[in-house]
C-alpha cells in the first residue's frame, strides 16, 4: 500500500471519529491546540498528524487505534472480534493435529496469534 494510500485511509477514519464526537474541524482544532487547516489536511489524506497531535487527539476522546488501523478499541483495550479469531484458530489447529490442549495453553497461544494479527494488520486488513 502506498503512503497516498495510507494517509487517505487514516484521513477517512479520523473524519469519521471527528463526527462521532460532533466536532467540527474547527472545533477539533481548538481542543488540541492546533489549527483548522491541519484537520482539513489530515482528513484529506494530505498529510498525518505527528505523534503530539495524535496524542491531544485521544485525550479528547478519538479513538486513536482506529484512526491509524481501522481496528476499535474495546473498553478493555482489547479487540475483542480479534480475540475471538485467534482463539478458534488455536482450537482448530488443535482439533486438525488431534491435540488437546489445556485451557491455560489454548490462551496462550490465542494471545500470540491475537497480537500477530496486530502485525499483519499493518500490511492488510484482516477479514473476520
Known amino acids: ?9 487514516i484521513g477517512e477514519r479520523l473524519l469519521e471519529e471527528r463526527q ?3 466536532l467540527s474541524q474547527q472545533a477539533l482544532a481548538d481542543l488540541i491546540g492546533g489549527v483548522r487547516l491541519s484537520i ?3 482528513e484529506s489524506g494530505r498529510s498525518s498528524p505527528a505523534a503530539e497531535t495524535l496524542a491531544a487527539m485521544e485525550a479528547i476522546g478519538i479513538d486513536v487505534r482506529y484512526v491509524l488501523t ?3 478499541t474495546s473498553p478493555s483495550g482489547i479487540d475483542r ?5 485467534a482463539f478458534a ?6 482439533k486438525s493435529k488431534q491435540e488437546k490442549l489445556s485451557l ?6 490465542a494471545w500470540r ?3 500477530s494479527f496486530a502485525t499483519l494488520q499493518a500490511a492488510r486488513p484482516l477479514a473476520i
Open 1 to 9: 500500500m502506498r503512503n497516498l494510500e495510507i494517509r487517505q485511509q
Open 20 to 22: 462521532r464526537l460532533r
Open 40 to 42: 482539513v489536511k489530515y
Open 70 to 72: 481501522g481496528f476499535r
Open 81 to 85: 472480534e480479534r480475540f475471538k479469531v
Open 89 to 94: 484458530e488455536v482450537q482448530r489447529q488443535a
Open 104 to 109: 491455560e495453553a489454548s490462551l496462550d497461544l
Open 113 to 115: 496469534f491475537y497480537d
